[in-house]
């Protein structure tokens, strides 16, 4: 009997013996319903999601442009695309980059490549990671089981041409001969078995459909969804759920993100398998991802739905807020070419971090050393003495208005509870940096008779009846003087004294010349779901206008640079200002905080980063950025498990604000 069995066995015997063992108890009362569970209809149904399994931790599908160029092309991407001057420099830049894959790889491999990608780019397709289990008797490499499925229409029997060639490059000669004809269920396929270090390779048309399968179960699984006797990921409740939060799009990505992550600690030994389940614990209440890129119109919609549960905790926590207040985006400028704004309640963040931490009493007790320890040494209380005298919202701009060409103008205004007490606290920063930064004076014949000076100084001047504090810098070659003030109302941070002022100067002016007042801002936001607890805008417009002038001598330098080795980049192929700007306009987005998860949409002329992307991934990279980690080590498993398939070698404080306005919220 293995240790797993054991495990079980106790598990049971410590919840159902003591449970007989009580005298009886009354019936709970009923529990009421549960909701029916979410049907997809058939035309929401994402790209082949009824052609693979319910079993799925990841699931990514593409429509394909065959089916969606009219509406892609309606778009301002679309257009842009299709632009005279776009498709010049496109088509050129691509001849020459398949000169040098030729020239590497040879030109067979070079035509499956770039057939690949066109088939790939205009038939819809769906790849699913079934499974991901730990190796037999624990060690050796993990096993996986994952399948691809491409709808080749009227060319379904190219795409199955491709990738029997594809797989005679891949299979080394000694295998050629080992495949083989197997039945499953009702589909005959052909296969390569497993040679101890990759897993299995099956493949086989059905119908219209190729498939093509990696692991002993996946086979299996597949070709019961497509003959009907297996249930599909259609079906499946969350996928379902999810789906019918984002809609249908171009593209569609699931993801079960906590049986995918705890398939992935299960892989893992030592002090990788405790990260991980640090990182488990902290993201608990992220249970699922569903994600859709969509045209609409002349824009592109990006839907992210992430499922919790009611009671968010974890890293889901940091998006737990009260929706913004309108009135709080009036401090951004209207000429800003990046809005970022948002509530946070720092007190609750700092108490979920601390159950967080708690959980694993080591990790606790060095986190709790090191804090004493910094706080002895700043002589303030992170907690009452810094969080505490923030309020929740927070907005981060960056305006040209005010120097910002493309990041300098970055500002962020803070609103403030307690201003008298937090200046306190940003005086003793201020003592800290200057005594960390103390050195001795050169220059002196007896450097130890010289007093210390510190590098680091803070200057103040006064500015319309506020106090802004900077750094300055002595012997350290230092482009920017990061500066701050503390008004009734707000912290102001910012790079330079001179954005600072200009911050001020807004706050003082209100909603006249904010964000709020700027017409495509407006247009964007009344197209977005309102009460939304976090915001993003960029004006894409403004920002190419920066960039421009930088990109005829880059793209000029690196023609020059490729030149030497047969690349010929022409200068004259870069399109020009206009062409860009014809097309480009802005991006905004949203996160809303729901009962059942975050809802985050974004729209803007760009497919894929709209700027809810931009609020929201940056903030889920708060909550998967140990799911990249973790995501790496799962790639690091399969890329050792497809090492036994070698390619074969190359044949050849402002003035009085005005009276505020009655709360709104989006």
Known sequence: MNRRMLVSIGLVLAIVVPAWAQPALPPPPPMPPAPPPVALPADAVPPLANRLPAQCMIYIGWVGMDASRPAVAATRFGKLSNDAEITTWIDGTMAEVRKLVKAKVGEDVDKMIFDGLAIMRERPWAISLLSLEPPAEGHGEAVLDAAIVIDGGPKAGEVLKLVEDILEKAVPPAEAGKRKKIQIGLQMLNQYESNGKRPAITWGRVGDLVLVALGDKAPGAVAATIDGTGKSLATDPKFAEGVAKVGKGLLTVHYD?????????RQSRGREEQALKVILGLMESLEGYTFTIAPDGEDFVTRVHVRTPPDKSGLTRLFDQKPLRTDLLS????????????NLDWLKLWAELETQLKKYPDIWGKFSEGLA??????????????????????????????GGVLVTGLTLVMEVKDPAKLRLTMGRIETVLSAASTGRQHGNSDDNAAPPRPKVTFAEVEYKGSRIRYMQSRGIPNPVAPAYCVTDKYLVLSLWPQTTKAALDQIARGREGSILGDEQFKALMAKLPAGASFVGYTDDRQTMKMI???????????????????????????????????????????IVNQPDGLMMVGRGWLPGVSATVVVAEVGVAAAVAGGYWAFRQTARKMTRQMEAIP????????????????????
């Open 257 to 265: 993100f906590m049986t995918l992550m705890k398939a992935v600690t």
């Open 331 to 342: 401090v951004a400028p209207g000429d800003s070419t990046l809005v970022l704004a948002g």
């Open 373 to 402: 320890r910094g706080e002895e040494t700043l002589s303030f209380k992170v907690r009452d003495d810094m969080l505490a005298c923030l309020g929740d919202g927070l907005v981060m701009y960056n305006s040209p208005g005010a």
């Open 548 to 590: 421009y002038p930088l990109l005829p001598p880059l793209w000029q330098t690196i023609s020059s640079v490729v030149r030497r080795k047969g690349v010929d980049l022409d200068p004259a192929w870069l399109p020009t200002q206009a062409a860009l700007l014809r097309h480009v306009s802005g991006t905004a987005g949203v």
């Open 647 to 666: 390619m074969a070698p190359n044949q050849d404080a402002p003035a009085p604000a005005p009276a505020p306005a009655p709360e709104e919220d989006f």
